[in-house]
């Protein structure tokens, strides 16, 4: 457990678009209240004038809005920590009222008492800044190119007049369009990691693993900061809802085992992919997956198995540093 020293200052900051709301509990001085703009030259200027010392300071995780206090911070002393809303949001227990320095008083009350089970913050660099928003900008695109398809095909089940033909030209205009931003930006993705040595190193590590393509290591790469913060498959499990728990409670409750909703949804149907891939090209998943089935496991629970062996795999060749190496089946 971590020590803090007395004079020790926790700070809670509150974000939004334009304004941040910080709270600063001292134990000499108590409470204060601040709020700025949210502009690294207004943040810079706080940090200088109100004579905060190195001190522990907790954000909830809004996204793009955070960037600017996470740049500033990045270049001081202070102990920094972002929490997920949900998390910081159920540790709180019944709460009424709410604004946004209220938020700011609560999030430093929550790090004051808890900041030895939290996991610090660390910078990145700009390269997985990019990547991640490179990203971003390929989901948006791919579901916006999801929409107009579906509708697409809705107009093919109508009666053809005037004005739908010329909207589906204009639709079938706006795909050809996205398409090619969609292979701009995938286009993009791939040479930023190739060229650099890290990453590329990384990425062909996993991808040497049957079933795992590039979408799934691209991601992987960027939610786990090229495995810097997660290189352990139980824990990469469990943050992607690979990870089965227990829901049973004394005598009466004796459910089944299942996946936490909690978890990177996305990761986990790109996981899901790899998975359905592997059975069919791995000898060795595929004879499992058979196997387990003809056992008269669920084939979606027989498939969540197969995508912990696929993590604990992706984890072995990052931590080994050598290319995934096939087992010898006998048929």
Known sequence: MQVTSKTQQFVGVD?????????????????????????????????????????????????????????????????????????????????????????????????????????????????????????????????????????????????????LKKLKRRDIRRIETLEADLKEVQQEIHQLIMGDDQMREVFEFITSVPGVGKVLAWNLIARTNNFKKINNPRKLSCYAGLAPFAHQSGTSIRGKSRVSPFADKRLKMLFHMAAMVAVRCDQELQQYYERKVKEGKSKMAVLNAVRNKIAHRICAVVNKKKMYEPMLVLS
């Open 15 to 163: 974000i939004s678009k334009l304004t941040l709301d910080i709270c600063i509990l001292d134990p000499e001085e108590g409470k204060s209240l601040f709020r700025i703009k949210n502009t690294p030259k207004a943040i810079k200027s706080f940090l200088k004038s109100s004579c905060i010392e190195p001190s522990i300071i907790a954000m909830e995780n809004t996204g793009r809005y955070n960037r600017y206090l996470l740049d500033v911070l990045g270049q001081t002393d202070h102990q920094v920590y972002v929490i997920s809303p949900l998390h910081l949001k159920r540790s709180m227990g019944l709460t009424r009222g709410k604004d946004d320095q209220i938020d700011a008083y609560r999030i430093a009350r929550h790090i004051q008492l808890h900041h030895h089970l939290e996991d610090r913050w660390v910078a990145e660099d700009d390269l997985l800044q990019e990547l991640k928003f490179l990203l971003t900008e390929r989901n948006q695109i791919r579901e916006s190119l999801s929409k107009i398809r579906v509708r697409v095909t809705e107009h093919k089940l109508l009666d053809v007049g005037t004005y």
